[in-house]
């Protein structure tokens, strides 16, 4: 059983427009959230992490969104921009699970 | 710092052989753990170490995998015999303790190819 869903395999939005990728959680006693961004040939880096004790978590141009009650997040990217195109995990840790466990990822398209 | 470090970059090797692949952490980390990416699984952990001792290896998929952590520097993951099934990308990351402010630092990765 996927205890982090990210349920769009791929996502295309135009520069300057907002990406919107979500993640979708089942455990309630996670208490960590991160965000991945992966280009091929490259291992996930670290982009942007959230407490559950928040519900945003702001870095530039990337928000984090948390709402608990629904077990989801969500990723903001305001502006696009083409370098942003790779593949976004999402990611979560706590309770009995002491490591990231990690959703399948979803594969943004940045077009000029 | 030069990052996560994993060795071989690539490796094709035929069904029964044995494959190691290798991992030195970022010095200062205390944990490491062991990542394999396959499209239908996405990424799932393998194992991971603290302080050098293996905490959870519930996700080796059987005993054909071992790893081991002689030191706080090196790491191998060793398939023995390998099977076309093992095909997959293996990252290797590290990080101080369980990295939920900044996360893991993850390898370039090794893609195996088991013919």
């Known amino acids: 059983d996927q205890q982090v869903k990210q349920n769009s395999p791929s996502l295309s939005v135009q520069e300057g427009r907002i990406s919107i990728l979500n993640c979708d959680y089942t455990?309630?006693?996670?208490?960590?959230f991160l965000w991945y961004k992966k280009y091929p040939a490259e291992g996930p880096t670290f982009l942007i992490s959230i407490s559950s004790i928040k519900d945003k978590n702001e870095d530039g141009r990337f928000t984090v969104f948390l709402n608990k009650s629904a077990k989801h997040l969500s990723l903001h990217i305001v502006p696009s921009q083409p370098g942003d195109s790779a593949v976004y995990f999402c990611?979560?840790?706590?309770?009995?699970?002491?490591?990231?466990?990690f959703g399948k990822g979803t594969k943004l398209s940045v077009k000029p | 710092d030069a990052g996560v470090i994993q060795s071989p970059r690539h490796e094709v090797t035929e069904m029964g052989q044995e494959v190691t692949l290798r991992c030195k952490p970022i010095s200062g980390h205390n944990s490491l753990f062991w990542y394999r990416q396959t499209m239908m699984r996405g990424l799932e952990l393998l194992i991971y170490f603290n302080n050098n001792v293996p905490i959870d290896d519930s996700g080796m998929p059987e005993d054909r995998f071992s790893a081991k952590m002689p030191n706080a520097s090196f790491s191998t993951l060793k398939i023995q015999p390998s099977e076309p099934r093992d095909s997959a990308v293996y990252f290797c990351?590290?990080?101080?303790?369980?990295?939920?402010?900044?996360?893991?630092?993850f390898g370039s990765g090794t893609r195996l190819t088991v013919v």
């Open positions: 455990n309630s006693m996670f208490d960590y």
């Open positions: 990611a979560a840790m706590g309770g009995s699970q002491g490591n990231l466990i």
């Open positions: 990351a590290s990080s101080v303790d369980r990295g939920q402010n900044y996360g893991y630092t």
